[in-house]
């Protein structure tokens, strides 16, 4: 079976992954990550190795979880979280913020998915305003849906626009990896250090089975969480298989490996899209996601032999993810159908 361009979702666990699952297997052990689960409190460990240690860790399920919980501890049901269009909070999260946060999401349109502070000021109008609702979180996501990636000074301004208007500032690093390859950092350069508030820290799409974290820079902002994770049906009983994955993720670079191979590839897959006339790519590739114009007949005849999401059915963008474990090998079977199939259907 050939392998899908489709999601960074769509790959496997990676071996790593896979032999700490294996390990953390062995025996009983504490459950709910409390007190003397060596796995937690060695993953714990490792995310204060690259975050510092004045900060809190709570492990989800998944990125929804680690999103909406996240943004809904620091907000009150007449709140708002201001946020570009095309986030995934905003478009993917099947309306999981406004169900169990009761908060409004104002979106702001944008062409590369990045907002910047000029874009909220509207919206702070609308503060001290009875009738209006409040704005009090700035979500940004890290790499953005559109392939894009924030510099730190963009989000040390995004991040002082925020606190000066008594908001915080949320990040939902679902690829924070690919972000981390793209700008040659460590994390917590371009979070932490950066202002941001509260991390949505991704690993499902880069390698892990399962498991996301959501980081509190400020521990104070952290009180009570595990009430809100337990609430959120996010506390997972044998929270050592989270932990385990984490550990094995974070230490070795293990992140970043997996990071650079699909960053790696994509522009590879990008450089070998340009050579091909008649296609157009409309993003600049900053980590692993490709977008592109193909002819839809194109789409059609390539989707039968490998599945890929068109991002907008108006202009026919597709959308082209590389993963952790995409190769050489797919690429060139990938631009080599797409070559035959754009000559059958004589686009020059």
């Known amino acids: 079976m050939k392998k899908s361009f489709a999601s960074d979702n769509w790959s496997g666990v990676c071996p790593e992954i896979m032999e700490a699952l294996r390990e953390a297997n062995a025996g009983h052990n504490q459950a709910y990550g409390e007190l003397n689960d060596p796995w937690s409190e060695r993953a714990f460990k490792a995310f204060q190795h690259h975050?510092?240690?004045?900060?809190?860790v709570f492990f989800v399920y998944n990125g929804t979880a680690a999103n909406v919980l996240g943004i809904s501890h620091l907000m009150r049901s007449y709140h708002a979280v201001v946020a570009a269009k095309s986030a995934h909070l905003n478009e993917d999260e099947c309306a999981a913020p406004e169900k169990f946060a009761g908060t409004k999401i104002l979106e702001i349109e944008t062409k590369n998915g990045?907002?910047?502070?000029?874009?909220?000021?509207?919206?702070l109008h609308s503060i001290g305003f009875q009738h209006h609702t409040q704005p009090k979180v700035i979500t940004v996501s890290q790499v953005t849906e559109m392939g894009t990636v924030y510099t730190p000074e963009e989000i040390k301004e995004l991040a002082a626009f925020a606190h000066s208007h008594n908001m915080y500032l949320h990040m939902d690093g679902a690829r924070i990896a690919n972000a981390a390859v793209a700008l040659d950092m460590d994390f917590k350069k371009f979070t932490k250090d950066a202002g941001v508030d509260v991390l949505s820290f991704g690993g499902t799409k880069n390698g892990l089975m399962f498991g996301e974290a959501v980081v509190f820079f400020d521990q104070s902002l952290a009180t009570d969480f595990e009430y809100t994770r337990k609430q959120g049906m996010q506390l997972h009983s044998k929270m050592r298989y989270i932990a385990a994955q984490f550990?094995?993720?974070l230490i070795n670079d293990l992140w970043k490996k997996n990071a650079q191979n699909a960053n790696r590839m994509a522009q590879l897959l990008a450089n070998q899209i340009d050579e091909i006339n008649g296609l157009k790519r409309t993003q600049p590739v900053n980590a692993n996601g490709v977008f592109v114009i193909m002819p839809p007949q194109v789409i059609t005849e390539m989707q039968e032999h490998y599945f890929f999401h068109v991002w907008n059915e108006q202009t026919s963008e597709v959308r082209l993810m590389c993963s952790w474990d995409t190769n050489e090998e797919d690429i060139k079977a990938f631009i080599g159908l797409l070559k035959e199939e754009m000559q059958k259907k004589g686009i020059k």
């Open 51 to 56: 975050f510092g240690n004045d900060i809190r």
């Open 247 to 249: 550990e094995r993720y």
């Open 114 to 123: 990045k907002i910047a502070p000029f874009q909220a000021e509207p919206f």
